[in-house]
């Protein structure tokens, strides 16, 4: 490669760029599910030992909900300036720090002898998950090839199954050998600084060879909007994350108490029907990325608010087969949403897709702490039935799409 094109000059002095890549980097993508896996694995588990922590530390709900603002406060509000830092000075290795924070948070929750220690260690690990988030989206935008959705599919899935293996493993190990068996779980974060050491050194010399005129380029996309257009355009997609995560909270957090409560299955039933909506979930992400690709973003938003009504509103009323079966393209088109709003907000902040990750991943996490949180206050008062006949229609907020404007995609360098 021509030497202008390397040395570390400013994006508008690069006179050379490395030519169009031809196709995803596949290794970067699968390096970065891995370590999305095992990252919210990692932060999946405080949740999941809640009721071993209650009974050891003779805790009351309150704290227990201190511990999840602990996590959720350091996760959700240090993204944005994560992203907001790395989108003015790439860091390739923040990546494998931030993994090694939630080791750190991990091993301290495994000896942690008070609240306090508890509560540090909270806040450690949901520290690591937003040092993580925002660099990884990046990164997976820059591995894409042009097939950004596809990118970010691959990259979130990954994050769905680490929350879906977390409570399995915990139950399997915590449960039966007690709190300092977490520290075998820092074995998973160890292997996720190695995984993402690596994808740092792919990233490094990506920058090197000039790939940050790539992250800048197209600092304005065709037909650009004002800026008012564009706060506007970004509180609708904020709007669209609050109905979708404050919906998935009922699932995540009470979905088991509720067919508990309403059908008498047992426990491990309720488990097993939870994954099968975890499992839609996964499946979901995995296919919204590229149907976006190949039919645009806004088509993929607009089938995840109508093609999921019809089925929110039937599942209150719903037998336990039909409520099972309802939870399948509840899963599926929900989450089909997430990688092509992130993937539109990408095009219409072109320069700032660390921002743009920061911002509606830990958006995304607050949603899901504040909607558990209140969404628990709405059962003890009206019952867990009800919860449901009231959030069927949560993800109606989704008209607002309607608002949203075409933005023509950057054109891959």
Not at 78 to 92: C, E, Y
Not at 298 to 314: D, R
């Amino acid at each position: 490669m021509d030497a202008r094109a390397s040395g570390g000059g400013m994006p508008g002095e690069v006179r050379a760029s490395p030519p169009p890549p031809a196709g995803p980097a596949a290794a970067v993508l699968a390096g970065l599910s891995l370590s999305h896996l095992l990252n919210d694995l990692v932060q999946s588990l405080l949740p999941a030992i809640y009721p071993l922590l209650k009974q050891a530390y003779a805790l009351d709900f309150g704290q227990i909900g201190l511990l999840t603002l602990g996590f959720q406060l350091t996760s959700s509000l240090l993204q944005p300036m994560v992203g907001l830092l790395t989108d003015r000075h790439p860091l390739p290795f923040s990546l494998a720090c931030g993994m090694l924070v939630s080791l750190s948070g991990l091993l301290l929750l495994s000896q942690a002898s008070s609240f306090a220690v508890l509560l540090a260690a909270a806040a450690l690990v949901g520290t690591g998950s937003a040092i993580f988030h925002p660099e990884a989206s990046r990164v997976a935008r820059l591995a894409s090839g042009g097939r950004y959705g596809l990118a970010q599919s691959v990259f979130q899935v990954g994050g769905n199954a680490g929350t879906a293996l977390g409570p399995l493993l915990a139950a399997f190990i915590v449960v039966p050998h007690g709190q300092r068996s977490i520290a075998l779980f820092a074995l998973a974060a160890l292997a996720g600084f190695v995984v993402l050491s690596l994808v740092g050194r792919w990233y490094r010399d990506r920058l090197a060879r000039g790939a940050s005129r790539l992250r800048r380029s197209g600092a304005s996309p065709q037909g650009a909007l004002s800026r008012g257009r564009i706060v506007g355009t970004v509180a609708i997609l904020l709007g669209l994350i609050f109905s979708k995560y404050f919906y998935m909270a009922s699932f995540t957090s009470y979905y088991t108490f509720y067919l508990l409560h309403r059908f008498g299955v047992s426990v491990q039933e309720a488990q097993i029907y939870l994954f099968v909506f975890l499992g839609a979930v996964a499946a979901g992400t995995v296919l919204g990325g590229p149907i976006g690709d190949r039919f645009g973003r806004k088509v993929v938003i607009w089938i995840s608010i109508v093609g999921v009504l019809p089925f929110t509103v039937a599942l209150p009323h719903a037998n336990l087969l039909w409520t099972v079966l309802l939870t399948v393209p509840i899963g599926l088109t929900l989450a089909s949403a997430m990688p092509a709003i992130l993937v539109y907000a990408q095009e219409l902040l072109p320069g700032r897709v660390g921002l743009v990750g920061g911002l509606f991943f830990g958006f995304a996490f607050g949603m899901g702490g504040l909607g558990a949180a209140l969404l628990g206050e709405l059962a003890d008062r009206v019952g867990i039935e009800q919860v449901y006949a009231l959030c069927a229609f949560l993800p109606a907020i989704g008209l607002l799409a309607v608002f949203l404007p075409r933005i023509a995609p950057p054109r891959v360098a």
